[in-house]
Every structure is written in structure tokens, then in C-alpha cells.
């Protein structure tokens, strides 16, 4: 591939991928660099540099490095238990609002001033005309 000496870039790019494996730092040097290295040529310089190529897993959501992901969340332990949570207080809320559905909210208090306003309207009426009132009335 190239017989070229390594860049102080080149070598960054190294230290910056390196917990990826070479695949990605092959990669990393073609894409940003413009330099094709091979996987012998890559191992070797990391090697000769004290920089480990070990693949070391990643959590997805917050970018831990070298951490023990969930097998069932793919998540770090931390990022695992806010989720828990937030699904937690997400099922809460929904509690909430279901419990409280039927006793409080803006279509119970609408309704709630409709009927007093019906109420209020029917009295003056009554009085005004000597009317019977509701439970005075046999309906």
C-alpha cells in the first residue's frame, strides 16, 4: 500500500479510533487523510506506539467506552437504569391522568360552568315569572 513515514495526524487518528478495531481505522486514515494503510501496516505502527486495537464496546446512547453493555437494552448499566426510569415516571403520569381523569381537568370545569350558568339562568327565570322551582315540581 504506501511506504510513507506516519503523520502526527495519522497517529491521532490512530489513538482516536483505535478502541474501534483497524477495520476502523483504516478507515478513519482513507477518509480524513487521503492515506491507505494495510491492516499489517496499521498493527504494527500500533504496536510500535503502545496503542491497543482491541474492539472495546460502546454505549450507543451516552459514548461510554469500554463499558458492559445490557444484552437486552444494548445500553451501559447507567443509561439502562435512566431509561427504567423514565419509562417509570412516563407510566406514572399516565396513572395520574387516568385516575384523575373523571374528577379534574379542563372538559370536567367546562362542563361545571355550563351547568351553573344553566342553573343560574333557570332561577332568574323562575323568580321572574313566580315559576315552581325544580324540586317543587313533580317531574
Known amino acids: 500500500m504506501s511506504a510513507q513515514p506516519w503523520t502526527c495526524r495519522q497517529e491521532e487518528l490512530l489513538r482516536e479510533h483505535c478502541y474501534e ?11 480524513e487523510c487521503g492515506v491507505r494503510r494495510s491492516v499489517r501496516a496499521i498493527e504494527a505502527h500500533a504496536s510500535r506506539i503502545h496503542v491497543s486495537l482491541r474492539r472495546l464496546s460502546t454505549c450507543p446512547e451516552c459514548g461510554a467506552v469500554g463499558v458492559r453493555l445490557n444484552h437486552i437494552s444494548g445500553m451501559c ?22 385516575a384523575h381523569g373523571c374528577d379534574e ?18 332561577s332568574r327565570t323562575r323568580r321572574a315569572f313566580g315559576l315552581l322551582g325544580k324540586h317543587e315540581r313533580e317531574l
Not at 478495531?21 to 477518509?31: C, K, P, S, T
Not at 448499566?77 to 387516568?98: G, I, K, N
Open 21 to 31: 478495531g483497524v477495520d476502523a481505522v483504516r478507515m478513519a486514515l482513507a477518509r
Open 77 to 98: 448499566a447507567r443509561c439502562t437504569e435512566e431509561a427504567h426510569v423514565e419509562e417509570e415516571r412516563a407510566f406514572r403520569d399516565l396513572l395520574e391522568l387516568e
Open 105 to 122: 381537568g379542563p372538559e370536567i370545569e367546562a362542563a361545571r360552568r355550563e351547568w351553573a350558568r344553566l342553573r343560574q339562568r333557570n
